[in-house]
């Protein structure tokens, strides 16, 4: 079966600072990792993806996340934090031969100006 | 625009009524999905078409729920008998899929949030 961890339900950090956030997988074969964001009343805006190659995968606004597959991680990091980056933040898997993606419950990252 | 549409963007019913809600893909997009998300969770997979093909149904989608993607363009889902426990956001996402697009990610539609009385 496929799962995914979001070990945190907020991060707050504050503008200009680096971000970091979490996620972990559990899938069988190689997995395909997605970062998607959502803000309120919209729907999810993808961020970016992993599905080979280079561990460390660049995505949209800034964004980049590393894979890890000993420690089968995929967190979502950015140099610098804008105010405008607060949202909820959600990691999914996809593993071979499926097409569902199985999602983590959501991180709320909150930037302080 | 050209990403996924959904209507209505809300819809508010009394328990025992059906519902419909429909899903516009990107035009290109061959691959369909509809997922389910109750506040505080993230989106759970519901089923999904390649062409006009349903080609998985979760346990979640239970027989007072269907779906249809009659011409392989815009699929709706209907619920029948509505209850309490169907209040939720419901979410459409398309992606292409073919011999080199396999891993394309899916886009995802604002959502119809219902809400049963």
């Known amino acids: 079966a496929q799962s995914v961890a979001q070990p945190e339900d907020q991060v707050n950090v504050a503008e200009g600072n680096p971000l970091t956030v979490k996620c972990t997988y559990s899938?069988?074969?190689?997995?395909?990792l997605f970062w998607y964001v959502q803000y309120p009343n919209r729907g999810l805006q993808f961020l970016l993806k992993?599905?080979?190659?280079?561990?460390l995968v660049k995505g949209s606004y800034g964004f980049e996340a590393e894979f890890n597959k000993s420690q089968t991680s995929f967190h979502l990091k950015k140099p610098s934090a804008l105010v405008s980056d607060s949202a909820l933040y959600f990691c999914?898997?996809?593993?071979?031969?499926?097409?569902?993606?199985?999602f983590g419950t959501g991180t709320r990252l909150l930037v302080s100006p | 625009d050209t990403g996924v549409s959904q209507n209505p963007r809300h819809k508010i019913t009394k328990r025992g009524q059906n519902v419909t809600f429909r899903c516009d893909p990107i035009?290109?997009?061959?691959?369909l999905y509809w997922y389910r998300q109750t506040l505080g969770q993230g989106p759970e997979f519901l089923t999904y078409?390649?062409?006009?093909?349903?080609?998985?149904k979760s346990r979640l989608l239970s027989d007072r729920f269907s779906a249809e993607r009659p011409k392989g363009s815009f699929s709706t889902l209907e619920i029948q008998r509505t209850e309490q426990g169907d209040s939720a956001m419901y979410l459409c996402?398309?992606?292409?899929?073919?011999?080199?697009?396999?891993?394309?990610?899916?886009?995802f539609g604002p959502g119809t949030r219902l809400t049963v009385l």
């Open positions: 035009s290109e997009h061959n691959r």
């Open positions: 996402a398309s992606s292409l899929a073919g011999l080199t697009s396999s891993y394309n990610e899916q886009f």
């Open positions: 992993y599905i080979t190659g280079d561990n």
């Open positions: 999914a898997v996809r593993g071979a031969g499926f097409q569902k993606l199985v």
């Open positions: 078409f390649q062409n006009e093909a349903q080609l998985e």
């Open positions: 899938v069988s074969g190689n997995p395909y």
